[in-house]
C-alpha cells in the first residue's frame, strides 16, 4: 500500500500527461496491427510510427495513408489526430463531465496543464468552451470541403474526406487519404484551388494560434488593444511567420508558374509551415534557401495551448525581444507596454535550445546512419520535433534505426519541452546562494 501511495504523489501533471501520450500511442499501434486496418498488414514499428505520428499531430508516414490503411485504419488514424489535438488528458476529464463525475482539484489541474491554460479557475468553463468550438469549426470545414469532394468523389466518399481532412487540418496533423503512389502527393491536385487553400489555410491557422487567443477574440472581438499579452505576442508573431516566408516563395519561387497560381503556392507553403504538414508542391524542386526558411518556421510552430507543435511562437518572440534588450541595453524585456518577468525568459531559453539540440542531433544522427544530405536529414528532423509533417521525400526509405529516431523526436516533440523537463526532474532542489563572479562573453 505504501509503494502505491508513493507511486501516486510521484504522478506529477506533467509525468501523467507524457503517459498519458504514450497511452494511447500504444493503443493506436495496436489497433492499426489488426488485420481490419491494413490492406496487406504491417509491421509493429510501422504501425508504431504511424500511431505516433497521428496522435503527435505530426504527418510523416511510412506507408501511403490512402492505400495501405483501410477505411477502419483512416478511422482509428483519424480518431488519434483528433485526441492528440484536443490533449489526451482534457478528453478523458472531459469525458468524466458528462458521466456526471465531480471533477476534484488535482484534474482541474491536470487540464489546465494540458491544455497550457492561465488558471485553475473557470478551467471546466473554458475547456467546454474551446472543445464544442473544435467540433464546430471541425464541422464548418467539413460542410465546406464537401463542394468539392462530393462532385469529385461521390456523396458518401466525399462526405468522409471533407471530415477527414478537416479533422487534420484544424489539428495541424497534415495527413491526408487522397494521394497515392498514382496521384500528386498531399494536396498538389488542389494546388490552384481556392477553396480547398482558403478552407484547409483557415483551418490550420485557427488551430494554431491557440486557445487563449479564442478566449480572447470571444471576449473582445476585433478590440486588440484589449487582448492579453499572450494573444497579442501570438497574433503579432504568427501575421509576421506568415507574411515573411509567402514573400519570399513568391519572389523567389516558382517563377514559372502565373502569378494567380504563384499566389496560392506561395501561400499555402507558408500557411502549412505553422505545423499543419500538407503540401501543393513538390519540395525537392525549391531552393536550399527556401528549405532552409522551411526548417526555421517548423521549428518555431505554432501557439502554446493549440494544436500546433514546435517551440511556439511567444517561446520564439520571447527570445528574440530578450536578445533585443541586451542588444540596446535595456534592464527589462518589455513589449505592448509590459514587463515579461525573468522566470518566463529563463524557460523560453530552455526550451528553445531543447528543440535546437533535439533538430541538429536528430538530423545528424539520421544523416550519418543513412549517408545522406545533411539539409534533407535537417529537414525530416525539423519537421518531427515540430511535428509538422512535411518531408522531403525520404521518410519511408529511411532504416528502422532512423525511424525510432523520428518516433522519439515527435513524441518530444508533442508532449512539449517544459513537460518534459519537469516530467523527468523529481523535485526542485534549493541550494544555498553562491559567492557571484564575472565571466566574459561574446
Not at 492499426?32 to 500511431?51: K, Q, R, W, Y
Request: hydrophobic share 50%.
Amino acid at each position: 500500500m505504501s509503494k502505491l501511495l508513493k507511486f501516486k504523489k510521484s504522478l506529477t501533471a506533467s509525468r501523467i500527461i507524457i503517459f498519458g501520450f504514450l497511452f494511447v500511442i500504444l493503443t493506436g499501434t495496436l489497433l492499426l496491427m489488426l488485420p481490419i486496418s491494413s490492406t496487406n498488414g504491417v509491421s509493429f514499428l510501422d504501425a508504431l510510427f504511424t500511431a505516433t505520428s497521428a496522435t503527435c499531430v505530426t504527418g510523416l508516414v511510412v506507408n501511403n495513408t490512402a492505400t495501405a490503411w483501410t477505411m477502419f485504419g483512416h478511422f482509428v488514424i483519424m480518431c488519434l489526430i483528433q485526441i492528440g489535438g484536443m490533449g489526451v488528458i482534457t478528453l478523458a476529464i472531459l469525458i468524466g463531465i458528462v458521466s456526471g463525475k465531480k471533477i476534484g482539484i488535482t484534474s482541474r489541474s491536470l487540464m489546465q496543464e494540458s491544455v497550457s491554460a492561465p488558471y485553475v479557475g473557470g478551467i471546466i468553463r473554458y475547456s467546454k468552451f474551446f472543445v464544442k468550438g473544435i467540433f464546430v469549426i471541425e464541422f464548418i470545414g467539413m460542410i465546406l470541403l464537401c463542394f468539392q469532394f462530393i462532385p469529385d468523389y461521390g456523396v458518401l466518399k466525399g462526405i468522409w474526406y471533407a471530415l477527414f481532412h478537416s479533422v487534420s487540418a484544424f489539428c495541424n496533423a497534415g495527413f491526408d487519404i487522397i494521394s497515392t503512389p498514382n496521384t500528386p502527393s498531399s494536396l498538389s491536385m488542389y494546388a490552384y484551388n481556392p477553396l480547398i487553400n482558403i478552407v484547409i489555410c483557415l483551418l490550420i491557422i485557427i488551430g494554431g494560434i491557440g486557445f487563449i487567443t479564442w478566449r480572447d477574440f470571444q471576449s473582445h472581438k476585433f478590440k486588440f488593444s484589449k487582448y492579453s499579452l499572450q494573444s497579442k505576442l501570438v497574433l503579432t508573431t504568427t501575421a509576421i511567420l506568415l507574411v515573411a516566408p509567402f514573400l519570399f516563395f513568391f519572389f523567389h519561387e516558382f517563377k514559372d508558374l502565373t502569378v494567380g497560381q504563384r499566389f496560392w503556392v506561395s501561400m499555402f507553403q507558408s500557411v502549412t509551415l505553422r505545423t499543419a504538414g500538407f503540401n501543393t508542391v513538390d519540395f525537392n524542386g525549391m531552393s536550399e534557401a527556401s528549405r532552409l526558411i522551411m526548417i526555421i518556421m517548423m521549428l518555431i510552430g505554432g501557439a502554446t495551448g493549440s494544436t500546433a507543435g514546435g517551440m511556439k511562437v511567444t517561446t520564439f518572440s520571447i527570445v528574440v525581444l530578450a536578445s533585443f534588450a541586451i542588444f540596446f541595453k535595456r534592464h527589462d524585456v518589455t513589449v505592448f507596454k509590459r514587463r515579461i518577468i525573468d522566470e518566463i525568459v529563463l524557460n523560453a531559453l530552455a526550451i528553445f535550445m531543447m528543440y535546437l539540440f533535439l533538430f541538429l542531433t536528430g538530423g545528424i544522427a539520421i544523416s550519418v546512419i543513412e549517408n545522406l544530405p545533411i539539409l534533407d536529414c535537417l529537414f525530416e528532423s525539423a519537421s518531427a520535433v515540430g511535428t509538422v509533417g512535411l518531408s522531403m521525400g525520404i521518410t519511408a526509405s529511411l532504416s528502422s534505426a532512423s525511424h525510432i529516431i523520428l518516433i522519439i523526436l515527435m513524441y518530444l516533440g508533442r508532449v512539449g519541452g517544459l513537460t518534459f523537463i519537469y516530467a523527468t526532474v523529481s523535485k526542485v532542489k534549493s541550494y544555498s546562494k553562491l559567492p557571484q563572479e564575472k565571466v566574459t562573453v561574446g
